[in-house]
């Protein structure tokens, strides 16, 4: 176990010969430990330092165990709490549990009970942990098969997944809103070695201006006004792991000029403290401006541009690879109506391949939530489509100045993206249906609408390997 995965240990007793037992146990299993003799000195390190596990007598000077447990489980619900008690207070020890306390050890205790116990609870950490971030990754995953097509640029966007998840290298995702950036730097994080450790997603648009240093790199007790207790920055919470940094275009320039000393340094100086925190975090940046105009223009740090540029990663806009519109919409369907087979009209999806999307995939998922909801849930026709689209219908000529495309070019377009995808997946059924966006058996209902032989398609595949 690293520096920062190591479990933190908190002894609370105002006997010191029995903090100090507990803090010989806790550093021979590895914890970092930390000791205090009363509650109020508890919650003071509670603040500084988030345990993952606090053992505590149940009679304190001052509040009692039993408060400092309710005091804990309400600031950090995921801390596990022991009880110790003499022998005449079990039954308190019990009702303690009833409140969410781990377990209760008796007093007075061997070592080896102590060590076990610790034990238990600091593999319950390390269970709900790892829950935690499989939940997040297979989240991340399930939403990926989102990021879906068969045009050339969004396989190269996959490609560069593949490339950079397994590296600490900075990288800088540049697109429109609604192309995905974040869904990409989380697949960037957990889809390499770095999984099991913290993302933090940070939207620099949102930060209010004057609690943003403290929000990024923490603040002491007293820093400023409402700073009742000392605060862990973002930074400080995504040790080890990667930091999303999200529009990072909206910074102002003295957060900027901060933001790129915690980059060099790999530390951060919290509001109101001296003392610089050590950090090791992994940058991933996002923008939907164009960074180097801004630069040049003065309104973003050229030193701070060039740090985040070392990788990009474009993302294209969806009115770039309109091919990838029907798989997407048949992707969504799949999502909002599972097992409903909705369809999807000629003449709503010729209205879907015209209009521009300047909410890229959002708001075409947008629009395929919204028709479903509308809908009469057999097909989406063009009134079930929000008013800006059903005005393509009325349009002879696309935005480029192309003719419409016509209801044969409409599945001529789906047959051949179907085609290319089998090509690439080597006649693999289940695997071309994920990167369609569309269920098995709606791959197998397209197959036969359009007249498609697996066996067709699984020659043309292995001509296909043959000739490369």
Known sequence: ??????????IVDDEQNIRRLCVTVGAALGFECVEAESAENALINTDSALPDIVVTDLKLPGSSGVDLLREVKSRVPHTEVAIMTGHGSIESAVDAMKLGAYDYIEKPFRVEKLRLLLQRMAEKIRLVNENRFLRERVDTDSRLDGFIGSSANIQEVLRMISRLKDTRTPVLIAGESGTGKELVARAIHFHGPFAHLPFVAVDCGTLVPTLMESELFGHEKGAFTGALRTKPGLFQSANGGTVFLDEIGELPLEMQAKLLRVLQEKEVRPVGSNQQVPVDVRVIAATNRDLEAAYRAGTFRKDLYFRLNVVVVNLPNLRERRSDIPVLAHYFLD????????????????CLLQYDWPGNVRE???????AVTLGNHATIGIADLPP???SMRDEGLDRSGHDGLSNAA???MERVTILRVFEQVG???ALAGRLLGISRATLYRKLKLYGIPVRAVTRSAERTQMAS
């Open 1 to 10: 176990m690293t520096d920062s995965q190591a479990i933190r240990f908190l």
């Open 335 to 350: 999502r909002y109506a599972p097992g409903e087979n909705i369809q999807i009209s000629t003449a709503a999806m010729k």
């Open 364 to 370: 075409l998922e947008n629009s395929i939530a919204r």
């Open 388 to 390: 800006v689209i059903q």
């Open 410 to 412: 409409l599945a001529d």
């Open 427 to 429: 006649g693999d059924k």
